[in-house]
């Protein structure tokens, strides 16, 4: 069953080029997008004043990644919330809110009663979900579906990638409604989304480095994860990963958030992961690095390919190929995945199964 992987979690990281094609199948129609099954009204679409992204635990981290590509394209003020606060407060939702519900299974309860709140309150929702017919695709206005087929692991891989790839082009669509982007714009990242498929094939032909940063970490009590812009949100992704399997404790920052606290952590030996591929803030993610490295972290950089300069920073440089600054949301979690699962079983854990959590949780 396990077609030859040692774990499901390694075959789930290696169906992510899969995912990224069969998500994309379909929805690009002689250079028009296509989402027939959204029973799309453009008016209420257009009348759209807020999104709501509501979800839990991975499925949230894909939602804050979208946020930042809903607000640039579409100008619509985007919010992300994990599903347990949204249902118990009173959020500002009307009908021209559009929430957005992540789920891999479509059965996580906490978002479900929350869509559940949000429709009685007249919002328009769609699902994000892998699971047809489950009752987040029952009960949304309409639903993309991430094509990751069966996920096993209890830690999500494939899935997250999946909802990247779709959330993405939910905020290209509402990038092209509201003229934030060109058709010729949309035709061009949807190309380079596709690309990414190719992009994950090539990182996972070469994980001599993610290995080597792993075993190099493994006897760690704690690691920090920090980034800026799209890389602080693969940051929580990487963390929480590690931290489910291996047990290991992690926590995630956005870099310019290290001297007001975290900083104060680092000793000779603290593993440092630091996302710090090409980006508009490159220049001050790598003064972060040396702040870390002048208190003897131990760095390990995911970095763009090509980039020499870093390896002056850096103890370990994981390379990814070169992509635009949004997309690395996709290529640069897999490496983090993998680095997570080198060093759960470093550890001797089960990637799998890790101890008290459960695939789904349809229950608080
Ligand atoms: C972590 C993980 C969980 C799920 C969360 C939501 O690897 O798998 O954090 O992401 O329980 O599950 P879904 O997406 O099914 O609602």
Known sequence: EKGGYPDFMLKEIYEEPRTIRDTLAGRMVNGHLQFDELALNYDELAAIDRVYIIACGTSYHAGLIAKNLIEAW?????????????????????????????????????????VRD??????????????????LARESDGVIYIKANKEIAVAATKSFLGQVAALTLL?????????????AQIRMLFRELADTAQQIEQILA????????????????????IGRGIGSTICYEGALKLKEISYLHAEAYAA??????????????????????????????ISNIQECKARGALVVAIATEGDEEIKKHADYVIYIPKVRDCFSAITASVPLQLFARSIALARGCDVDQPRNLAKSVTVE
């Open 74 to 114: 579409s100008r619509i003020p985007c919010e992300v919330e994990v599903a347990s606060e949204f249902r118990y407060r009173n959020p500002i939702v009307t009908p021209s809110t559009l929430v957005v519900a992540v789920s891999q299974s479509g059965e996580t309860a906490d978002t479900l009663a929350a």
């Open 118 to 135: 949000a429709r009685i309150k007249g919002a328009k929702v769609f699902g994000i979900t892998n699971v047809v017919g489950s009752p």
């Open 171 to 183: 905020a290209m669509l509402l990038g092209q409604l509201r003229g934030g982007l060109t058709t």
């Open 206 to 225: 070469d994980t001599d480095t993610i290995e080597a940063a792993a075993l190099a970490c493994k006897d760690a009590q704690n690691a920090l994860f």
């Open 256 to 285: 310019g958030e290290m001297k007001h606290g975290p900083i104060a952590l680092i000793d000779p030996g603290f593993p440092v992961i630091v996302v710090a591929t090409k980006s508009p803030t490159y220049d001050k993610v």
